[in-house]
Antibody, heavy 119, light 110 residues
């Protein structure tokens, strides 16, 4: 079964850090661009970052540049999002998603992991 | 990196057809044929419905179709069914290697 499973979310104080993980199974992970998308409670979807197949290309939305780092380990079929200097505005459900063909077609999504930034 | 503009809500009766618009600029929708549409039911992950403006992934009903004219993309749903009631989001490639989502449209099936 093709599947993505996120983990690592939780409650963190403003200024803190978290590392999200996304475990992939059922497909050739190393063949796909991967993306993180977040959704604040009651709000819409926001594209956060993506990474190409070998990890050499990484892109970020302006609001997280310099604070978040996307990475992957193809040997472990895993995607990561290191989040530093977290603010209340980063509170959201974070989804990892597979890009079908490198054209922004996110065809496989995980169930999401919740990040809450609060004092 | 402004969000794409979608109507907050649309509605239709079972069997009818509706269209959801998604308006951007020449730097995103108008400049590239990389528009996708997602359906999201409450408490669920989004589901890809359309990609590259008009393409339907395997398993998506042919009642769903996409199009684009200038800086505006559209998602059309024909033969509305109760299970189509959900949030719908558009997304497009924008310049500088980033992607931008629309604010979302809630479809009510009356």
């Amino acid at each position: 079964e093709v599947q993505l499973v996120e983990s690592g979310g939780g409650l963190v104080q403003p200024g803190g850090s978290l590392r999200l993980s996304c475990a992939a199974s059922g497909f050739t992970f190393s063949s796909h661009w991967m993306t993180w998308v977040r959704q604040a409670p009651g709000e819409g979807l926001e594209w956060v970052a993506n990474i190409n197949q070998d990890g050499s290309k990484k892109n970020y939305v302006d609001s997280v540049k310099g604070r978040f780092t996307i990475s992957r380990d193809n040997a472990k079929n895993s995607l990561y999002l290191q989040m530093n200097s977290l603010g209340v505005e980063d509170t959201a459900l974070y989804y990892c998603a597979r890009d079908l063909a490198g054209v922004g077609a996110l065809d496989i999504w995980g169930q999401g992991t919740m990040v809450t930034v609060s004092s | 990196q402004s969000a794409l503009t979608q109507p907050a809500s649309v509605s239709g009766s079972p069997g009818q057809s509706i269209t959801i618009s998604c308006t951007g600029t020449s730097s995103d929708i108008g400049g590239y044929n990389y528009v996708s549409w997602y359906q999201q039911h409450p408490g669920k992950a989004p589901k890809l419905m359309i990609y590259e403006v008009t393409n339907r992934p395997s398993g998506v009903s042919n009642r769903f179709s996409g199009s684009k004219s200038g800086n505006t993309a559209s998602l059309s749903i024909s033969g509305l069914q109760a299970e189509d009631e959900a949030d719908y989001y558009c997304t497009s490639y924008a310049s500088s290697n980033i992607w931008v989502f629309g604010g979302g449209t809630y479809l009510t099936v009356l």
